[in-house]
């Protein structure tokens, strides 16, 4: 991210609106300012979507290692298995 480049102000926001999604589409996520300060971030579907997906297995191999610190041991397949069918739970 070009800091330079990827801060506006929403007055900016507001005046370029199709290039501003442009933007975010092509290069990533923009930090919206308003009165000076950081207030926003737009960024484009598909980085939305990306970042779900992020957390969602961020979360469940925090859940996996939970569990088998608890004693809680499975197959790597069936844990994969098990990953895949979460994440197109959750994706859906």
Do not use: H
Not at 75 to 91: G, M, Q, S
Request: proline share 3%.
């Amino acid at each position: 991210m070009k800091l330079s480049q990827d801060i506006k102000p929403i007055s900016y926001i507001k005046a370029n609106s199709a290039k501003v999604l442009e933007q975010v589409n092509i290069s990533g996520p923009m930090i919206i300012t308003q009165n000076g300060e950081a207030s926003a971030v737009l960024m484009g579907i598909k980085d939305y979507e990306q970042l779900k997906n992020n957390i969602v297995l961020l979360k469940v191999l925090l859940l996996r290692f939970k569990s088998a610190d608890e004693g809680n041991l499975k197959p790597v397949k069936e844990v994969f298995k098990d990953l895949d069918k979460r994440i197109a739970d959750y994706v859906e």
